[in-house]
């Protein structure tokens, strides 16, 4: 492939370190920093921190060869080209993006500059976070000809990260100078070429060889806005499509239907139109209050986002109504809960809606099991096993003897379950579904009380004529 360049990713976590299995993948060296030791030391054992697919077979690919793990950001600066930034930027309690590791990660670089190099925001940043990497760089003595400040944002997503870095929609640089874009273009030459696409062991995806990522070239301005619009507008998506989900529960028709008939326009797009518990993870809440805290700052009332916080606060609410319809009360009852991360396919727990409702449910007195393919282990650190609260090794365990089972994510295991089973596993067979994985008439058919969003028959009422009809419990006589 294209001349391999020597980078630095600080920050090894979901981001960072698939940024670098994934350049080493397409030919670089990589040196990956993170001041959490035991993580850096778990990564050189050949241990994998994050749940992601392909990421193993990437690292152990390339361990030892094209990646290797350090906490020692100083000498990583020295050895690489361009360094780029990877680190969290959570959200601070006024809701802006808190940029403290930045520019802690800015100024330790700024103070090993002794050649040339390219520092990389990947982290998802404010607009003049370039300006201010750049001041900080410079209030350490390095002169302006030393160094680039250029912004390359991520638009990965938990869970099928590693295809969506290889086989990326586009590939924004936002450069300053014509030194620093070459040297960022030259990066990506394998994807870019299509080179990639037909080595061996290549990973698939959608591009190929004729069909491969677009680069587009912009201002550090205009790549940091984009990061940002884009993840607003996708949150903007999913509130949307709730609040349709509810007028649809009221009127009686099915949101399913009415997003199929939403996306089929080529203006609009089927994704991000599927409607559910609200959206959460360790992106959307806080990109969406840091991009309203943005336009605040330059002037601009971006009222719009703040309402779509609220409907996504308000969605989580809702679907807790929903429990409490189908259950009445809720001291001891056992509930059952398929799905912890904030959506299927990862281990996040970040801002989770499922951890949300489990918690709630745990203040009203609820007894829960929670099973989750790969949560379990960060899920308990923040909801130990308890009295109340469960973890299962699969589905049916978590369900046993359950008043109902709550669906909360989408891993594609809870979509495929057997519902045979799962009817005389449960308690009552009462299955309120946040994510709308079966089709409600199946599952009636199947003897369940089946909750799910927008879609007719999705919340019991006390209409003596809507109310479902409740099976006896498992085990009680059935006359
Ligand atoms: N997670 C995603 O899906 C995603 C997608 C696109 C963009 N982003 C953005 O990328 C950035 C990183 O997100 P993430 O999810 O990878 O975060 P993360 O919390 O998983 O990883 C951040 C890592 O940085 C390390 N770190 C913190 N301070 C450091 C320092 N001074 N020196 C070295 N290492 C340090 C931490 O130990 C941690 O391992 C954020 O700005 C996020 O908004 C995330």
């Known amino acids: 492939m294209s001349q391999p360049i020597s980078i630095a990713i600080v920050g090894s976590g979901y981001v960072g370190l698939v940024a670098a299995a994934c350049f080493a993948e397409i030919g670089h060296h990589v040196i990956c920093v993170d001041n959490d030791e035991a993580k850096v030391q778990t990564l050189r054992e050949g241990g994998i921190p994050i749940h992601e697919d392909y990421l193993p077979e990437l690292l152990n690919r390339h361990r030892g060869k094209l990646v290797e793990f350090t906490a020692d950001l100083r000498a990583a600066t020295k050895a690489a080209q361009a360094i780029f930034i990877a680190v969290g930027t959570p959200q601070s309690r006024a809701g802006s993006a808190d940029l403290s590791y930045v520019d802690a990660v800015a100024s330790e670089i700024a103070r090993s500059i002794d050649s040339y190099k390219i520092i990389v925001e990947k982290s998802t940043v404010p607009v003049y976070t370039n300006e201010w990497i750049r001041r900080v760089v410079e209030r350490n003595g390095v002169p302006r000809d030393l160094f680039d400040v250029a912004s390359n944002p991520e638009f990965l997503r938990e869970g099928t990260a590693v295809v969506d870095f290889l086989h990326a929609d586009r590939i924004v640089i936002g450069a300053a100078t014509e030194r620093s874009a070459e040297l960022l273009k030259r990066l990506y030459l394998p994807l870019t070429s299509g080179e990639y696409y037909r080595t061996a062991n290549a990973v698939p995806g959608p591009r190929a060889q004729a069909d491969p990522p677009p680069i587009l070239l912009t201002s550090?301005?205009?790549?940091?806005?984009?990061?940002?619009?884009?993840?607003?507008?996708?949150?903007?998506?999913?509130?949307?499509?709730?609040?349709?989900?509810?007028?649809?529960?009221?009127?009686?028709?099915?949101?399913?239907?009415?997003?199929?008939?939403?996306?089929?326009?080529?203006?609009?797009?089927?994704?991000?139109?599927?409607?559910?518990?609200?959206?959460?993870?360790?992106?959307?809440?806080?990109?969406?209050?840091?991009?309203?805290?943005?336009?605040?700052?330059?002037?601009?009332d971006f009222g719009l986002l703040r309402e779509v916080e609220k409907i996504n606060e308000e969605q989580k609410l809702r679907f807790f109504q929903k429990i409490r319809s189908a259950l009445w009360t809720f001291r001891g009852k056992r509930i059952g809960v398929l799905g912890l991360a904030f959506k299927g396919g990862t281990d996040d727990i970040r801002?989770?809606?499922?951890?949300?409702?489990?918690?709630?449910?745990?203040?009203?007195?609820?007894?829960?099991?929670?099973?989750?393919?790969?949560?379990?282990?960060?899920?308990?650190?923040?909801?130990?096993?308890?009295?109340?609260?469960?973890?299962?090794?699969?589905?049916?365990?978590?369900?046993?003897?359950?008043?109902?089972?709550?669906?909360?994510?989408?891993?594609?295991?809870?979509?495929?379950?057997?519902?045979a089973r799962l009817r005389y596993t449960l308690r009552y067979p009462i299955v309120i579904d946040g994510r709308n994985l079966y089709d409600p008439t199946g599952m009636t058919e199947n003897g369940f009380i089946y909750l799910s969003v927008g879609r007719p028959g999705s919340s019991q009422t006390l209409d003596p004529v809507a109310t479902h009809y409740l099976p006896p419990p498992r085990g009680r006589a059935k006359a």
């Open 220 to 300: 550090t301005k205009a790549a940091e806005i984009i990061k940002h619009a884009s993840n607003a507008l996708l949150a903007t998506k999913i509130s949307f499509i709730n609040v349709v989900a509810n007028i649809c529960e009221a009127a009686g028709a099915d949101v399913e239907e009415v997003a199929r008939g939403i996306g089929m326009d080529s203006r609009i797009g089927p994704k991000f139109l599927r409607a559910g518990v609200g959206y959460g993870g360790s992106c959307f809440p806080k990109d969406v209050a840091a991009f309203r805290h943005v336009a605040e700052q330059v002037g601009v």
């Open 351 to 419: 801002e989770s809606p499922a951890l949300d409702i489990v918690q709630r449910l745990l203040n009203e007195g609820c007894v829960i099991s929670a099973y989750d393919p790969a949560a379990e282990e960060r899920s308990r650190e923040v909801i130990p096993v308890g009295p109340q609260m469960q973890y299962a090794k699969d589905p049916y365990e978590a369900a046993q003897d359950a008043d109902a089972l709550l669906i909360l994510n989408d891993w594609q295991e809870f979509a495929e379950l057997d519902l």
